[in-house]
C-alpha cells in the first residue's frame, strides 16, 4: 500500500470515537518525508502533522492563503521544488480544508478590508481574482493546484503529486486526486535526476 493510502485510510480510523493506534511508519520510508501545502488558516495549526499520522520530521510544512497555486511557474512551485531536491521531499500533497475564508471573501469585501487597513484599491492589483486566487469551490481549487504543480517542469515526474481535503470540524481527509492513480510522462532522455 503506498503512503497517502495508508494516511487516508489511518486519518478515517483515527477521527471516529475509538481513535487509531499510531500509524507504522517503516514500510514508508522510501516516501518520507512528504510534502504538504496547506492554507494559513490557523485552525490547521491543531490538525498537522497529526491529521496525517506523521511525525513533524517527516512532514515539511508549506503554506499560503487558500493553498492556491496560481501557475506552474509561481514562487510557490519554487519551495515545492526545493523542498524536493533539498530536503529530500519525495511526494507531494495539496491539501485545501473546508470553510475556506478565500472561497468565502467577495473582491468588494477584500477591497474593503484592504481600505480598513489604509491599503486604497488604486494600491492593489487591477485583476484581483488572479492576483489573490480568488475560487469557488474548495475542491476545485484542489484540483488546479494539483494539475499546475504536476505540470511545472520543476517537479520531477517521479514526484507523485496529491490533492485532498480537510473537514475542520473532524479533521477527516478526502481524496480529491490520488497521484498514484495519475499517469505522467516519463523523464526526458538523459535526465537521470528526475
Same mark, same amino acid.
Given at each position: 500500500?503506498?503512503?497517502?493510502?495508508?494516511?487516508?485510510?489511518? *486519518?478515517?480510523?483515527?477521527?471516529?470515537? %475509538?481513535?487509531? @493506534?499510531p500509524l507504522?511508519?517503516? @514500510?514508508?520510508?522510501?516516501?518520507? @518525508?512528504?510534502?504538504?501545502?496547506?492554507?494559513?488558516?490557523?485552525?490547521?495549526?491543531?490538525? #498537522?502533522? *497529526? /491529521?496525517?499520522g506523521l511525525?513533524?520530521?517527516?512532514?515539511?510544512?508549506? $503554506?499560503? /492563503?487558500? *493553498?492556491?497555486?496560481? %501557475?506552474?511557474?509561481? &514562487?510557490? +512551485?519554487?519551495?515545492?521544488?526545493?523542498?524536493?531536491?533539498?530536503? &529530500? &521531499?519525495?511526494?507531494?500533497?495539496?491539501? &485545501?480544508?473546508?470553510?475556506?475564508?478565500?472561497?468565502?471573501?467577495?473582491?468588494?469585501?477584500?477591497?474593503?478590508?484592504?481600505?480598513?487597513?489604509?491599503?486604497?484599491? !488604486? *494600491?492593489?492589483? %487591477?485583476?484581483?481574482?488572479?492576483?489573490?486566487?480568488? #475560487?469557488?469551490?474548495?475542491?476545485?481549487?484542489?484540483?488546479?493546484?494539483? !494539475?499546475?504543480? $504536476?505540470?511545472?517542469?520543476?517537479?520531477?515526474?517521479?514526484?507523485?503529486?496529491?490533492?485532498?481535503? +480537510? %473537514?475542520?470540524?473532524?479533521?477527516r481527509l !478526502?481524496?480529491?486526486?490520488?497521484?498514484?492513480?495519475?499517469?505522467?510522462?516519463?523523464?526526458?532522455?538523459?535526465?537521470?535526476?528526475?
Open positions: 500500500m503506498p503512503l497517502l493510502d495508508a494516511v487516508v485510510a489511518w *486519518n478515517h480510523q483515527a477521527v471516529t470515537a %475509538d481513535g487509531a @493506534p507504522d511508519l517503516d @514500510p514508508f520510508a522510501e516516501s518520507l @518525508p512528504l510534502v504538504a501545502l496547506t492554507c494559513i488558516d490557523p485552525r490547521l495549526n491543531a490538525y #498537522f502533522p *497529526n /491529521a496525517l511525525r513533524a520530521e517527516q512532514f515539511i510544512w508549506l $503554506r499560503n /492563503a487558500g *493553498n492556491v497555486v496560481t %501557475d506552474s511557474a509561481s &514562487g510557490l +512551485l519554487r519551495s515545492l521544488a526545493l523542498a524536493c531536491a533539498l530536503k &529530500g &521531499g519525495r511526494e507531494i500533497a495539496i491539501i &485545501g480544508h473546508t470553510d475556506c475564508a478565500v472561497r468565502k471573501t467577495g473582491m468588494a469585501e477584500l477591497t474593503d478590508r484592504f481600505r480598513a487597513l489604509g491599503v486604497p484599491r !488604486e *494600491n492593489l492589483p %487591477d485583476d484581483l481574482v488572479s492576483f489573490f486566487g480568488s #475560487f469557488a469551490s474548495e475542491r476545485q481549487n484542489v484540483i488546479k493546484g494539483v !494539475e499546475n504543480t $504536476r505540470s511545472s517542469p520543476l517537479i520531477g515526474p517521479r514526484i507523485p503529486v496529491h490533492g485532498l481535503l +480537510l %473537514d475542520v470540524t473532524t479533521g !478526502e481524496w480529491v486526486v490520488n497521484g498514484y492513480n495519475t499517469s505522467y510522462p516519463p523523464p526526458l532522455p538523459g535526465n537521470a535526476n528526475q
